[in-house]
């Protein structure tokens, strides 16, 4: 069971306008909370988006929009939260469930990622979902502090580190049988 997106804001395809709507996100500290949280990270401090429906005339709706957002997270080579500008930009194509294109084995139609839909579920597109889910891509999965550089503990050769444990344990393994 996928748990509910710390930012919602369904959208009723039927009622959008022939022209489109736009929408601007700015959710809540306690909002921008729960979806630290859903995405693992320390915080976010700010978040911004901009969202624009367009029904495409067949049923579907074309999505554009950009998400600006500060993330704080933790620094993988000094292990210091710091925070970090994120923009990404939204480009989606939405379809009644449906209509979704079936993709068959062995079938000479090459499709990317990119070329496949996303379902409209229950005639709802959730435009606060569509900007956590872009915000989640536009995550460094190895966050790096400016300027932090690594630096590794003091005694990696010597006697004790493991990689010298290891080393006496395959000297102590490599005994004649004789001196039994």
Known sequence: MTAAPALSHPVVVAQLPEGGATFHLEPDEGTRAALAKQLDIVAVPALRAIVHLVP????GVNVEGRVDATVRQTCVATLEPF??????????????EGRLPEVRPGSEVEVSADDIPDPIVN???????????????????????????????????????????????????AKPDDEE
């Open 56 to 59: 495409d005339g067949r049923g």
């Open 83 to 96: 925070d970090a500008p994120l923009s990404e930009e939204i480009e989606m194509h939405f379809v009644p």
């Open 123 to 173: 005639g709802i597109i959730d435009v606060g979902a569509v900007a956590s889910e872009f915000l989640a891509l536009g995550l460094d999965p190895y966050p790096r502090k400016p300027g932090a550089v690594f630096q590794p503990p003091a005694d990696t050769t010597g006697e004790g580190s493991p990689f010298a444990a290891l080393a006496g344990l395959r000297r102590g393994a």
